[in-house]
């Protein structure tokens, strides 16, 4: 919900939120955060080019660049697609019928995309130009 949220004159809120979920976990991230797909990168980014707070969006980078990297680590195909079981991106269940299949959907794949952009921009506010690269790619 940040990208509906990015509009709230007082974001304290929304940034109570994410940071439940990414450190509300006595620091780490709560266990449900990968159940479903996340398009978090992108969405805080976006909040990022509403309110201009760079304080909260570069505080967040890294908890962000780590859940990007387990995602590579445990969804990401060897064709460099990320997969996602049915129903687990908020989307409908394919014609896979199943909802065990490790299945490369678009959303997922768009998602990921999202974020990476999002990630190589971060990293360019941040002056890190080897995390620029390597989200760019």
């Given at each position: 919900?940040?990208?509906?949220?990015?509009?709230?004159?007082?974001?304290?809120?929304?940034?109570?939120?994410?940071?439940?979920?990414f450190r509300g976990n006595e620091?780490?991230?709560?266990?449900?955060?990968?159940?479903?797909?996340?398009?978090?990168?992108?969405?805080?980014?976006?909040?990022?080019?509403?309110?201009?707070?760079?304080?909260?969006?570069?505080?967040?980078?890294?908890?962000?660049?780590?859940?990007?990297?387990?995602?590579?680590?445990?969804?990401?195909?060897?064709?460099?697609?990320?997969?996602?079981?049915?129903?687990?991106?908020?989307?409908?269940?394919?014609?896979?019928?199943?909802?065990?299949?490790?299945?490369?959907?678009?959303?997922?794949?768009?998602?990921?995309?999202?974020?990476?952009?999002?990630?190589?921009?971060?990293?360019?506010?941040?002056?890190?130009?080897?995390?620029?690269?390597?989200?760019?790619?």
């Open positions: 919900h940040i990208n509906e949220f990015r509009w709230l004159h007082n974001p304290e809120y929304l940034e109570q939120d994410v940071h439940l979920w620091g780490k991230p709560m266990k449900k955060l990968r159940t479903f797909s996340s398009w978090t990168a992108d969405a805080l980014y976006n909040l990022y080019l509403v309110n201009k707070d760079d304080k909260f969006l570069l505080d967040m980078f890294p908890d962000l660049v780590n859940e990007y990297a387990a995602w590579e680590g445990d969804r990401k195909r060897k064709d460099g697609l990320f997969w996602q079981f049915d129903v687990k991106d908020g989307m409908e269940e394919s014609l896979s019928g199943a909802r065990k299949f490790r299945n490369a959907r678009p959303t997922i794949n768009s998602y990921m995309y999202g974020n990476a952009v999002a990630l190589s921009k971060m990293a360019k506010l941040k002056g890190d130009t080897k995390q620029e690269s390597y989200f760019a790619a």
